[in-house]
């Protein structure tokens, strides 16, 4: 595009972004005059030689243009405010609206803490569940097993009872031949628990050697044969506390001259 300086005749090449920016105002680069672009702007420069480009005069209505290149799409907007009927009279400048995603933001808040729940549940079954897998080890633990005790007995319930036959510790032993029954052994062992939980009776495994160390007889004995009371069986060797066992064995004979007692 191109404009005449209405003074000096000067022919200028023009920029559309300059123009809108200065809305037609420039000045001349030759004789400093300030003058309107828009008057004599030009798409085309008539044939040389010539004096003046053609002025534009003032149009009586604005033109309509047809040929769109772009039509932005508009961004919706949420009132939050009541905003009245058309016409109303009210002032819009006191409307106040909120944008979408700061909407969704409060009703999923809203909708969040059923799931916060139902996971919080979920992860306390796990923890139940591990506690009730690792329950022995639970109750031997040094730390974990006083708790555990005193948990249950507020509220009533027993705990299961732990084996360590590794904190069983054989006192005193005797054997001698059984002063009622022919043919048979009386073996009297005293045991302690060094543990520091109560423990079930163990399996006493009694076993009688020769001279040379070689293995005449064994037997393992149950809680219940050495014992024969159902509710001390049940209620399980005390902690720290010692436990007389008296055992009857068959006599192997005169070849019998050592005897070891373990526990399983």
Not at 113 to 135: D, G, M, S
Not at 202 to 221: F, Q, Y
Request: with cysteine; net charge negative; proline share 8%.
């Amino acid at each position: 595009m191109y404009a005449q300086c209405p003074d000096c005749l000067t022919v200028f090449s023009m920029d559309a972004e300059i123009l809108a920016q200065a809305r037609g105002r420039v000045v001349c680069g030759h004789c400093h005059g300030q003058f309107d672009a828009l008057d004599n702007l030009s798409g085309q420069l008539p044939p040389e030689p010539f004096q003046r480009l053609p002025e534009r005069g003032a149009a009586g209505a604005p033109p309509q243009v047809e040929t769109a290149v772009y039509r932005p799409r508009p961004e919706p907007q949420t009132f939050a405010a009541d905003a009245g009927a058309p016409g109303s009279g009210e002032d819009f400048a006191q409307l106040k609206f909120s944008p979408r995603f700061a909407r969704e933001a409060r009703s999923s808040g809203a909708r969040r803490w059923p799931w916060l729940v139902a996971c919080l549940i979920l992860l306390l079954l796990l923890c139940a569940q591990l506690a009730w897998a690792k329950r022995e080890d639970l109750v031997a633990d040094p730390t974990t097993g006083p708790l555990l005790r005193q948990l249950c007995a507020g509220v009533g319930c027993n705990l299961p009872l732990v084996q360590d036959t590794t904190q069983l510790r054989l006192l005193a032993r005797d054997v001698q031949a059984h002063p009622s029954v022919p043919g048979a052994l009386l073996i009297s062992a005293t045991v302690h628990n060094d543990a520091g939980f109560d423990q079930p009776w163990p399996v006493v495994v009694v076993t009688l050697s020769d001279v040379d160390g070689k293995r005449l007889a064994m037997r393992r004995l149950r809680p219940s044969e050495y014992l024969g009371d159902g509710a001390a069986v049940a209620q399980g060797l005390s902690a720290g506390g010692n436990a007389a066992l008296v055992l009857e064995v068959e006599d192997p004979g005169n070849k019998a001259v050592a005897f070891e007692i373990g526990f399983e």
